[in-house]
Each structure stands twice: as structure tokens, then as C-alpha cells.
């Protein structure tokens, strides 16, 4: 079992940044992909990006790409999502999530944190 924790949610105006930090309770932390997932009023939770055990790889959605990265400290145990340049379509609670597998969907990840809110206004 992996608990994980986020935290660096908040209010901020169009073209802010915040950075997003996720905790996780195990030191298998670093055998686990993790990845970030948003969802926003009304709609489905969409995932925004993921990066590799080690952090040599990362991939993003189309619509975040060039303004959003993810980064991970495996001594820490935590993995980031710096935000750039937010918009408010960016507004959503934000999930960060662990499992064994590169792929973009929920169903992918096994653990999942209880989410933060962004807030970007206009």
C-alpha cells in the first residue's frame, strides 16, 4: 500500500505558476511510475502528465505540453508538477497517482492521492 499525499494547490491569476508537490509513504517510491491526473467541474478526471521510475522520461498532454513539468526526487520520495503560464482551463482538483505502467489512463494507477485544488482566475 502507498499513501500519497499532495500539497501546493492554491488561488492564482492567468498566467501564474505553481508547483505541485506529492508525498508517498514507502521507500518503494522509486518503483513506481507516477503520473498527475486533473479533474475539473463537471468533467472527467484527464490525465496531465507521468514520468518513469527513474525520471528519465516524461510525457504530457497536448494541452499543457511546454508549460507544465513533472520531476521526481527519489530520496524525498515526492513528485512535482511545476506549472507555468496557468490559464483558467487549468482550474481542476489535481491527483497525483502511482502504478506499474506508463499509460495514460486511471485505471492504469493503483494508488491515488486525495487531490489539490487549483484555482486560476481570469
Known amino acids: 500500500q502507498v499513501q500519497l499525499v499532495e500539497s501546493g494547490g492554491g488561488l492564482v491569476q492567468t498566467g501564474g505558476s505553481l508547483r505541485l508537490s506529492c508525498a508517498a509513504s514507502r521507500r518503494t517510491f522509486s518503483s513506481y511510475y507516477m503520473a498527475w491526473f486533473r479533474q475539473g467541474p463537471g468533467k472527467e478526471r484527464e490525465f496531465v502528465a507521468r514520468?518513469?521510475?527513474?525520471?528519465?522520461?516524461?510525457y504530457y498532454a497536448d494541452s499543457v505540453k511546454g508549460r507544465f513539468a513533472i520531476s521526481r526526487d527519489n530520496a524525498k520520495n515526492t513528485v512535482y508538477l511545476q506549472m507555468n503560464n496557468l490559464k483558467p482551463e487549468d482550474t481542476a482538483v489535481y491527483f497525483c497517482a502511482a502504478g506499474w505502467s506508463a499509460a495514460r489512463s486511471t485505471s492504469a494507477y493503483n494508488y491515488w492521492g486525495q487531490g489539490t485544488q487549483v484555482t486560476v482566475s481570469s
Open positions: 514520468i518513469t521510475e527513474s525520471g528519465s522520461s516524461t
